[in-house]
T-cell receptor, first 115, second 110 residues
Framework: GENVEQHPSTLSVQEGDSAVIKCTYS??????FPWYKQELGKRPQLIID?????GEKKDQRIAVTLNKTAKHFSLHITETQPEDSAVYFC??????????????FGAGTRLFVKA | DVKVTQSSRYLVKRTGEKVFLECVQD?????MFWYRQDPGLGLRLIYF???????EKGDIPEGYSVSREKKERFSLILESASTNQTSMYLC?????????FGQGTRLTVV
C-alpha cells in the first residue's frame, strides 16, 4: 500500500531562518500532496497543497516543491517566526478504483522556532 | 465554515467494552475518514468512506469497524476495546482534496 516517509521528526531553527521538511511517497499513482499544520491541542489544518501536474507552489512565506520522478516533495518555510512552531504533516492522496480517494500521512515533524 | 464534530472530547472505557465514536459533518462531503494519532507515528488511516454505506479499509483496520448510514455521519466502532487502542482519534471529511478535521477524541482504555 501507499507509504509516506517524513524527515526530520524534529527541527529546531532560529527565528528568521528557513526550515525545510522532506517527504517521500511510494505509490506513483498519488496525485495530490497536501501539508497540514497542527498547533498544540488543536486539529490539523491545511496550509498548502500541490497537485501532481505542478512542480512548485508558493504562498507568502511557505512553498512546496514536487519531484514526481523521485517521488519526493518538500515544504519550505522562510523567515520563520515563533508562531510557526507546530507539528507539520505531509500527505499523499490517491484515487481508488471503487470511488473516492484515500489520504496517507507522514509521521510528522515537530518544528521549534526559537526567538 | 466546514464543521466536523466528534461526539466526545475525552472517553475512558474498560477493556472488552464496545465503544462507539461518532463524527458528524455539515458540508455534504462524500468522503469521510477515521485516523488515529500516536506520538512518532503521525496520523494512521483506519477506515474511510466515499459514500453512504460504502467503506474501505485503511492501513490499520484490525479491531475496528465503521458505519455510514447517513452522509453526514461516520461512526467508528471498537468491537472489544483493548489497551493498545488507547489513542487520539481524529475524524475528517473532504469534498475532493482538502480534509477538514474534527477536534479529536482522546480514548483511554483501562
Amino acid at each position: 500500500g501507499e507509504n509516506v516517509e517524513q524527515h526530520p521528526s524534529t527541527l529546531s531553527v532560529q527565528e528568521g531562518d528557513s526550515a525545510v521538511i522532506k517527504c517521500t511517497y511510494s505509490d506513483s499513482a498519488s496525485n495530490y500532496f497536501p501539508w497540514y499544520k497542527q498547533e498544540l491541542g488543536k486539529r490539523p489544518q491545511l496550509i498548502i497543497d500541490i497537485r501532481s501536474n505542478v512542480g512548485e507552489k508558493k504562498d507568502q512565506r511557505i512553498a512546496v516543491t514536487l519531484n514526481k520522478t523521485a517521488k519526493h516533495f518538500s515544504l519550505h518555510i522562510t523567515e520563520t517566526q515563533p508562531e510557526d512552531s507546530a507539528v507539520y504533516f505531509c500527505a499523499a492522496s490517491i484515487s481508488i478504483l471503487t470511488g473516492g480517494f484515500k489520504t496517507i500521512f507522514g509521521a510528522g515533524t515537530r518544528l521549534f522556532v526559537k526567538a | 465554515d466546514v464543521k466536523v464534530t466528534q461526539s466526545s472530547r475525552y472517553l475512558v472505557k474498560r477493556t472488552g467494552e464496545k465503544v462507539f465514536l461518532e463524527c458528524v459533518q455539515d458540508m455534504d462531503h462524500e468522503n469521510m475518514f477515521w485516523y488515529r494519532q500516536d506520538p512518532g507515528l503521525g496520523l494512521r488511516l483506519i477506515y474511510f468512506s466515499y459514500d453512504v454505506k460504502m467503506k474501505e479499509k485503511g492501513d490499520i483496520p484490525e479491531g475496528y469497524s465503521v458505519s455510514r448510514e447517513k452522509k453526514e455521519r461516520f461512526s467508528l466502532i471498537l468491537e472489544s476495546a483493548s489497551t493498545n487502542q488507547t489513542s487520539m482519534y481524529l475524524c475528517a471529511s473532504s469534498l475532493d482534496t482538502e480534509a477538514f478535521f474534527g477536534q479529536g477524541t482522546r480514548l483511554t482504555v483501562v
